[in-house]
Structure formats: C-alpha cells, structure tokens
C-alpha cells in the first residue's frame, strides 16, 4: 500500500512539473524605431546563422518557400503597431509538407493550409517574407541554397 501511495505521488508531482518545462522560443519584437541605421542586412547576419536545431539532427528548421526562395524563420516578430493589408499578401500556404525542405512554391514544413505570407514591410529587411500565425507576423530570412 506504501509503495502504491508513493507511485502515485510520483506521477502526480511529475503531471504538475512537466508543464513547467516548457521553452520559450518566442522571438524579440522588431519595431523600426528600434533598428540601428548601421544594421547591416538578416542575410549577412552572423546571429541568424544560428541554428536552433543543431542539436537535433534529423528536425528541420521552419522553413517556406516563396518565389522560388525557400525562407527559414530566425528574424523576430513585427511590432503589432506595423499592419498587412490584404493588397500585400503575397499568398497562402498550398501544402504542409512535413519535416522536408519544401521544393514548391507555397509548400512549408509547418503550420496550416491558408496561413497567409507577405513580404516584410521594414526597409532593414526588404529580402524577408512575414508569415502570420500565433496572432502575430514572424519574420523570415532567405536561406541560401
């Protein structure tokens, strides 16, 4: 009866800390005032050649591909104040292809059919694609092929 009781413990106390564990992986919030005039450009930025998934091999970055460019997301959010209109959606997402590299316009290894793409409204970085999803506008960078 001890050993049930102390089992049952056990579970419960990891049932209540394995939420708890969780990461944050959220991005910083990118506003233009906040942007240096000397900001060279996301490509030639040594942070976005950081791989968050180094660690696990066989799992692909979030990557979509737009016009021929496949882009892979590492830049940040847009400052909820910067809006997209609809003139500016450049398309949705046709196909999730799961954990491969897409190879088709429109195919993204995440999310959903529909999630909307537009190109990123900062002037800092005009060769990036915004996809919205989690309610806010997430900047990606081009990946060289």
């Given at each position: 009866?001890?050993?049930?009781?102390?089992?049952?413990?056990?579970?419960?106390?990891?049932?209540?800390?394995?939420p708890l564990s969780g990461c944050d992986r959220g991005g910083d919030v990118i506003h233009p005032s906040q942007i240096p005039s000397d900001t060279i450009s996301p490509s030639q930025s040594p942070s976005?050649?950081?791989?968050?998934?180094?660690?696990?091999?066989?799992?692909?970055?979030?990557?979509?591909?737009?016009?021929?460019?496949?882009y892979q997301q590492g830049c940040g959010v847009l400052d909820p104040s910067?809006?997209?209109?609809?003139?500016q959606i450049l398309g949705r997402i046709s196909e999730v292809i799961g954990n491969e590299r897409p190879s088709h316009n429109g195919e993204?290894?995440?999310?959903?059919?529909?999630?909307r793409y537009a190109r990123c409204p900062l002037e800092e970085y005009s060769d990036c694609i915004v996809v919205f999803y989690a309610q806010q506008w997430h900047i990606f960078h081009p990946v060289d092929s």
């Open positions: 009866m001890f050993k049930r009781l102390i089992c049952c413990f056990a579970v419960c106390l990891l049932c209540l800390l394995l976005l050649d950081l791989d968050p998934y180094l660690d696990y091999p066989n799992i692909l970055p979030v990557m979509i591909m737009v016009e021929d460019t496949i910067i809006r997209i209109d609809d003139s993204a290894n995440f999310l959903y059919v529909g999630t």
